[in-house]
Protein backbone atom coordinates (compact mmCIF):
# COMPACT_ATOMS: atom_id res chain seq x y z
CA UNK A 1 0.00 0.00 0.00
CA UNK A 2 1.35 2.93 -1.20
CA UNK A 3 0.37 6.87 0.05
CA UNK A 4 0.05 9.58 -2.38
CA UNK A 5 -0.47 13.47 -1.20
CA UNK A 6 -2.41 15.16 -3.35
CA UNK A 7 -2.56 18.94 -4.41
CA UNK A 8 -6.18 19.43 -5.58
CA UNK A 9 -7.54 22.97 -7.51
CA UNK A 10 -10.95 22.78 -7.57
CA UNK A 11 -14.20 25.45 -8.45
CA UNK A 12 -16.72 24.41 -5.21
CA UNK A 13 -19.60 26.23 -7.13
CA UNK A 14 -21.51 22.79 -7.77
CA UNK A 15 -20.32 20.66 -4.93
CA UNK A 16 -22.18 20.33 -1.75
CA UNK A 17 -18.30 20.75 -0.04
CA UNK A 18 -15.61 19.17 -0.24
CA UNK A 19 -16.28 16.17 2.43
CA UNK A 20 -18.86 13.19 1.12
CA UNK A 21 -22.31 14.35 1.51
CA UNK A 22 -25.63 12.59 1.75
CA UNK A 23 -27.31 14.73 -0.51
CA UNK A 24 -25.32 15.80 -2.97
CA UNK A 25 -21.96 15.97 -5.17
CA UNK A 26 -18.80 16.93 -2.86
CA UNK A 27 -15.46 16.90 -4.35
CA UNK A 28 -14.29 13.95 -1.65
CA UNK A 29 -16.67 11.77 -3.95
CA UNK A 30 -15.60 12.99 -7.02
CA UNK A 31 -11.76 12.28 -6.52
CA UNK A 32 -12.62 8.65 -4.84
CA UNK A 33 -14.57 7.53 -8.29
CA UNK A 34 -11.81 8.61 -9.99
CA UNK A 35 -9.24 6.90 -7.92
CA UNK A 36 -11.82 3.33 -7.85
CA UNK A 37 -11.94 4.14 -12.04
CA UNK A 38 -7.88 4.00 -12.34
CA UNK A 39 -6.94 1.63 -9.72
CA UNK A 40 -10.54 -0.36 -9.25
CA UNK A 41 -10.03 0.33 -5.17
CA UNK A 42 -12.46 1.51 -3.03
CA UNK A 43 -10.19 4.68 -0.68
CA UNK A 44 -10.75 7.15 1.32
CA UNK A 45 -9.56 10.70 0.97
CA UNK A 46 -8.60 12.48 3.75
CA UNK A 47 -8.03 16.68 3.52
CA UNK A 48 -5.96 19.14 4.98
CA UNK A 49 -9.34 21.11 6.22
CA UNK A 50 -12.84 21.10 4.78
CA UNK A 51 -14.89 23.80 2.83
CA UNK A 52 -18.38 24.44 2.75
CA UNK A 53 -20.69 24.18 -0.83
CA UNK A 54 -19.71 26.81 -3.14
CA UNK A 55 -16.25 27.61 -1.87
CA UNK A 56 -13.27 27.23 -3.68
CA UNK A 57 -9.74 25.94 -3.26
CA UNK A 58 -6.10 26.62 -5.18
CA UNK A 59 -4.41 24.15 -3.23
CA UNK A 60 -5.87 21.86 -1.02
CA UNK A 61 -3.79 19.14 0.30
CA UNK A 62 -5.21 15.58 0.63
CA UNK A 63 -3.87 12.10 0.77
CA UNK A 64 -5.34 8.60 -0.99
CA UNK A 65 -3.71 4.66 0.10
CA UNK A 66 -3.63 2.76 -3.23
CA UNK A 67 -2.47 -0.68 -3.62
CA UNK A 68 -2.18 -0.67 -7.16
CA UNK A 69 1.60 0.46 -8.30
CA UNK A 70 1.65 3.48 -9.94
CA UNK A 71 4.01 6.67 -10.35
CA UNK A 72 3.06 9.75 -8.55
CA UNK A 73 3.08 11.08 -12.39
CA UNK A 74 1.06 8.36 -13.99
CA UNK A 75 -1.50 9.04 -10.99
CA UNK A 76 -1.69 12.06 -11.54
CA UNK A 77 -2.54 12.05 -15.07
CA UNK A 78 -4.88 9.23 -14.86
CA UNK A 79 -7.00 10.80 -11.80
CA UNK A 80 -7.24 14.17 -13.97
CA UNK A 81 -8.73 12.18 -17.11
CA UNK A 82 -11.10 10.43 -14.85
CA UNK A 83 -12.05 13.73 -13.37
CA UNK A 84 -13.23 15.26 -16.00
CA UNK A 85 -16.05 16.86 -16.56
CA UNK A 86 -15.62 17.96 -12.32
CA UNK A 87 -14.33 20.82 -12.18
CA UNK A 88 -11.23 19.28 -9.94
CA UNK A 89 -7.97 18.93 -10.86
CA UNK A 90 -4.59 17.29 -9.40
CA UNK A 91 -2.22 19.76 -9.60
CA UNK A 92 0.84 17.63 -7.63
CA UNK A 93 1.36 13.80 -6.69
CA UNK A 94 3.85 12.57 -4.69
CA UNK A 95 4.39 9.51 -1.93
CA UNK A 96 4.75 10.40 1.38
CA UNK A 97 5.38 8.40 4.43
CA UNK A 98 2.52 6.11 5.79
CA UNK A 99 2.66 8.15 8.64
CA UNK A 100 1.88 11.38 6.84
CA UNK A 101 -1.56 12.54 7.21
CA UNK A 102 -3.23 15.49 5.03
CA UNK A 103 -4.94 16.92 7.65
CA UNK A 104 -3.13 15.41 10.95
CA UNK A 105 0.40 16.27 10.24
CA UNK A 106 -0.81 20.38 8.54
CA UNK A 107 0.59 22.82 10.91
CA UNK A 108 -1.54 25.84 9.47
CA UNK A 109 -3.70 26.65 7.23
CA UNK A 110 -4.12 29.84 4.71
CA UNK A 111 -7.26 31.66 3.31
CA UNK A 112 -8.65 34.29 0.94
CA UNK A 113 -11.88 36.31 0.53
CA UNK A 114 -12.27 37.87 -2.77
CA UNK A 115 -14.45 40.59 -2.46
CA UNK A 116 -15.23 42.52 -6.22
CA UNK A 117 -15.66 46.11 -5.33
CA UNK A 118 -18.03 47.41 -7.92
CA UNK A 119 -21.00 48.87 -9.31
CA UNK A 120 -21.61 46.90 -12.38
CA UNK A 121 -22.68 43.14 -11.96
CA UNK A 122 -20.10 40.08 -12.31
CA UNK A 123 -19.97 37.96 -15.60
CA UNK A 124 -16.62 36.69 -15.48
CA UNK A 125 -15.77 36.05 -11.97
CA UNK A 126 -19.98 34.95 -11.09
CA UNK A 127 -19.80 32.86 -8.11
CA UNK A 128 -15.91 33.24 -7.84
CA UNK A 129 -16.06 36.39 -5.80
CA UNK A 130 -18.60 38.45 -3.40
CA UNK A 131 -20.00 41.54 -5.18
CA UNK A 132 -19.82 44.26 -2.91
CA UNK A 133 -20.69 47.88 -4.56
CA UNK A 134 -20.71 50.46 -1.87
CA UNK A 135 -16.99 51.86 -2.12
CA UNK A 136 -15.26 50.24 0.53
CA UNK A 137 -12.46 51.42 3.19
CA UNK A 138 -9.83 48.78 3.12
CA UNK A 139 -7.25 50.65 5.46
CA UNK A 140 -10.17 50.79 7.83
CA UNK A 141 -10.92 47.12 7.38
CA UNK A 142 -7.20 45.87 7.74
CA UNK A 143 -6.87 48.06 11.18
CA UNK A 144 -10.39 46.73 13.08
CA UNK A 145 -8.89 43.29 11.45
CA UNK A 146 -5.80 43.22 14.09
CA UNK A 147 -8.20 42.91 16.50
CA UNK A 148 -9.14 39.53 16.11
CA UNK A 149 -4.90 38.04 15.72
CA UNK A 150 -4.19 36.20 18.83
CA UNK A 151 -5.77 33.75 21.22
CA UNK A 152 -9.65 34.47 21.33
CA UNK A 153 -12.67 32.62 22.06
CA UNK A 154 -14.13 33.20 18.62
CA UNK A 155 -17.51 32.35 19.56
CA UNK A 156 -19.51 35.07 17.42
CA UNK A 157 -18.07 34.26 14.48
CA UNK A 158 -18.42 30.60 14.83
CA UNK A 159 -21.06 28.30 12.64
CA UNK A 160 -24.09 27.13 15.35
CA UNK A 161 -23.12 23.72 13.07
CA UNK A 162 -19.69 23.56 14.10
CA UNK A 163 -18.00 20.36 15.48
CA UNK A 164 -14.94 21.89 16.99
CA UNK A 165 -14.45 20.84 20.72
CA UNK A 166 -13.78 24.56 21.80
CA UNK A 167 -14.31 28.15 20.38
CA UNK A 168 -10.78 29.30 21.13
CA UNK A 169 -8.64 29.43 18.45
CA UNK A 170 -5.49 31.48 17.51
CA UNK A 171 -4.77 33.84 14.92
CA UNK A 172 -1.70 33.83 13.52
CA UNK A 173 -2.63 37.16 10.79
CA UNK A 174 -5.25 38.61 8.96
CA UNK A 175 -4.44 41.56 6.52
CA UNK A 176 -6.99 43.39 3.93
CA UNK A 177 -5.67 44.96 1.18
CA UNK A 178 -6.85 46.43 -2.00
CA UNK A 179 -5.92 45.14 -6.08
CA UNK A 180 -6.75 45.88 -9.06
CA UNK A 181 -8.93 43.14 -10.76
CA UNK A 182 -7.94 41.90 -14.77
CA UNK A 183 -11.89 41.56 -15.04
CA UNK A 184 -12.27 45.44 -14.40
CA UNK A 185 -12.83 47.27 -10.97
CA UNK A 186 -10.92 46.29 -8.16
CA UNK A 187 -10.96 43.83 -4.98
CA UNK A 188 -10.27 44.23 -1.68
CA UNK A 189 -8.38 40.81 -0.78
CA UNK A 190 -8.51 39.44 3.00
CA UNK A 191 -6.07 37.08 3.59
CA UNK A 192 -5.68 35.04 6.50
CA UNK A 193 -3.80 31.99 8.62
CA UNK A 194 -3.94 30.05 11.56
CA UNK A 195 -3.14 26.16 12.48
CA UNK A 196 -6.66 26.02 12.08
CA UNK A 197 -10.16 27.37 11.92
CA UNK A 198 -13.69 27.43 13.21
CA UNK A 199 -16.95 26.43 10.69
CA UNK A 200 -17.39 29.91 9.41
CA UNK A 201 -14.90 31.36 10.86
CA UNK A 202 -13.39 33.25 7.97
CA UNK A 203 -16.80 34.23 6.22
CA UNK A 204 -17.97 35.89 9.44
CA UNK A 205 -14.85 37.99 9.93
CA UNK A 206 -15.19 39.09 6.68
CA UNK A 207 -18.43 39.95 6.94
CA UNK A 208 -18.34 42.00 10.14
CA UNK A 209 -15.03 43.92 8.46
CA UNK A 210 -16.93 44.74 5.00
CA UNK A 211 -19.32 46.68 7.65
CA UNK A 212 -15.82 48.55 8.66
CA UNK A 213 -15.40 49.34 5.02
CA UNK A 214 -18.95 50.47 4.27
CA UNK A 215 -18.71 52.96 7.21
CA UNK A 216 -22.14 51.14 9.11
CA UNK A 217 -19.68 50.04 11.88
CA UNK A 218 -16.24 51.79 13.98
CA UNK A 219 -13.22 50.11 13.83
CA UNK A 220 -13.59 49.62 17.54
CA UNK A 221 -16.30 47.06 16.85
CA UNK A 222 -14.81 43.98 16.06
CA UNK A 223 -13.00 43.60 19.07
CA UNK A 224 -16.19 44.21 20.72
CA UNK A 225 -18.64 41.63 19.24
CA UNK A 226 -15.42 39.53 19.22
CA UNK A 227 -15.69 39.85 23.28
CA UNK A 228 -19.09 39.58 23.33
CA UNK A 229 -18.71 35.86 22.46
CA UNK A 230 -22.22 35.89 21.21
CA UNK A 231 -23.09 34.49 17.56
CA UNK A 232 -26.55 37.26 17.74
CA UNK A 233 -23.74 39.96 17.59
CA UNK A 234 -22.83 38.67 14.31
CA UNK A 235 -23.13 41.51 11.89
CA UNK A 236 -22.93 39.67 8.69
CA UNK A 237 -21.91 36.54 6.94
CA UNK A 238 -19.83 36.71 3.87
CA UNK A 239 -21.16 34.10 1.05
CA UNK A 240 -19.27 31.58 0.28
CA UNK A 241 -18.30 31.85 -3.27
CA UNK A 242 -15.51 34.18 -2.16
CA UNK A 243 -13.44 32.23 -0.19
CA UNK A 244 -10.43 30.30 -1.29
CA UNK A 245 -8.62 27.79 0.51
CA UNK A 246 -4.92 28.68 -0.62
CA UNK A 247 -2.17 26.71 1.04
CA UNK A 248 -1.40 23.91 3.69
CA UNK A 249 1.45 24.09 5.60
CA UNK A 250 3.79 20.95 6.75
CA UNK A 251 7.06 21.08 8.81
CA UNK A 252 8.92 18.55 6.34
CA UNK A 253 7.68 20.62 3.59
CA UNK A 254 10.02 23.47 2.77
CA UNK A 255 7.34 24.96 0.17
CA UNK A 256 3.81 24.15 -1.23
CA UNK A 257 4.03 22.01 -3.82
CA UNK A 258 2.68 23.58 -7.24
Avoid at 74 to 102: F, G, K, Q, S, Y
Avoid at 103 to 114: E, M, N
Avoid at 155 to 170: E, L
Wanted: charged content about 25%.
Amino acid sequence: MTRFALTLEFDGTPFFGLQRQKDGPSVQQSVENAAHAVTGERVTLHSAGRTDAGVHALAMRSHLDIAKDMTPFRLMEALNAHLRPDPVAVTDCRIVPDDWHARFSCTGRAYLYRIANRRAPLTLERDRAWLVPQPLDHEAMHRAAQALVGQHDFTTFRSAHCQSDSPVKSLDRISVRRAKSEYGGEHVIVETGARSFLHHQVRSMVGCLALVGMGRWNEARIGEVLEARDRQQLGLNAPPHGLYFVHAHYPEEEETPS
